[in-house]
T-cell receptor
Framework: AQKVTQAQTEISVVEKEDVTLDCVYETRDTTYYLFWYKQPPSGELVFLIRRNSFDEQNEISGRYSWNFQKSTSSFNFTITASQVVDSAVYFCALSRSGGYNKLIFGAGTRLAVHP | ETGVTQTPRHLVMGMTNKKSLKCEQH?????MYWYKQSAKKPLELMFVYSLEERVENNSVPSRFSPECPNSSHLFLHLHTLQPEDSALYLC?????????????FGSGTRLTVV
C-alpha cells in the first residue's frame, strides 16, 4: 500500500529562520513520483516540485530546497530564511507510475512564520 | 487567477437541499478530479474523470453525484447531505491521467451543511 506521512502537524518559526518539513513515504513501486504542494489561506494548492524516483539529486529553487533520499524513503523540504508569506499548509504527495494519476497526500504541515 | 475556477467559494446548505458545485478549467487538460479536504484529515480523492468519462469513484456515497459534460467543466451535485460532509471541496485538472503530471488545483468550495 502507498502512504505518505508528515509527522509535523504544525511548525512555528520566526522570520529569517530556516525550517525543514519532513515527508516519509511508503510504496512497493520501483517507479513513482513525489510532489510538494503549498496551500495558502486562499485555499488552492499550489504545485511546488515534482521528483521521479530515479532522480535523487537535490534541488534548489531560490529559498526552497528539497532533499530526496530513497534509502530512508524521505523527501524533505527546507525553506531558508523564512518569510511571513511562507505561512501556509504544505502537503507532500506520492503518485505511482502507470494507472491513473492518483496522488496520495500526506496530512500536511501547517507552517506559521511570525515577524 | 488560477487556470481552474471553482464556484461558489462558500456554500451553506441544509440537509434537505440540493445544490451543485462547479469547476471550470481553461488549461486544455483532459483529466479532472474532485477531492475532499476535511479538518484534521488528509485530502481524499473522490472522483477521477478522463475525457468526460468517470474512471474512478473512490467509494463515495451516492448523495454526491459528479457530472462532466465536457473536458473543461466538472460538476458535483449534492443532495441530502450530512453535517459530516462539511469540508473544502477541491477540483483539480491535469493534462491526462498519466502519473507523472501534477495537478492544477482550484481554490475550492467551502461547504457547510447545517
Amino acid at each position: 500500500a502507498q502512504k505518505v506521512t508528515q509527522a509535523q502537524t504544525e511548525i512555528s518559526v520566526v522570520e529569517k529562520e530556516d525550517v525543514t518539513l519532513d515527508c516519509v513515504y511508503e510504496t512497493r513501486d520501483t517507479t513513482y513520483y513525489l510532489f510538494w504542494y503549498k496551500q495558502p489561506p486562499s485555499g488552492e494548492l499550489v504545485f511546488l516540485i515534482r521528483r521521479n524516483s530515479f532522480d535523487e539529486q537535490n534541488e534548489i529553487s531560490g529559498r526552497y530546497s528539497w532533499n530526496f533520499q530513497k534509502s530512508t524513503s524521505s523527501f524533505n523540504f527546507t525553506i531558508t530564511a523564512s518569510q511571513v508569506v511562507d505561512s501556509a499548509v504544505y502537503f507532500c504527495a506520492l503518485s505511482r507510475s502507470g494507472g491513473y494519476n492518483k496522488l496520495i497526500f500526506g496530512a500536511g504541515t501547517r507552517l506559521a512564520v511570525h515577524p | 487567477e488560477t487556470g481552474v475556477t471553482q464556484t461558489p467559494r462558500h456554500l451553506v446548505m441544509g440537509m434537505t437541499n440540493k445544490k451543485s458545485l462547479k469547476c471550470e478549467q481553461h488549461l486544455g487538460h483532459n483529466a479532472m478530479y474532485w477531492y475532499k479536504q476535511s479538518a484534521k484529515k488528509p485530502l481524499e480523492l473522490m472522483f477521477v474523470y478522463s475525457l468526460e468519462e468517470r474512471v474512478e469513484n473512490n467509494s463515495v456515497p451516492s448523495r454526491f453525484s459528479p457530472e462532466c459534460p465536457n473536458s473543461s467543466h466538472l460538476f458535483l451535485h449534492l443532495h441530502t447531505l450530512q453535517p459530516e460532509d462539511s469540508a473544502l471541496y477541491l477540483c483539480a485538472s491535469s493534462p491526462d491521467t498519466g502519473t507523472h503530471y501534477g495537478y492544477t488545483f482550484g481554490s475550492g468550495t467551502r461547504l457547510t451543511v447545517v
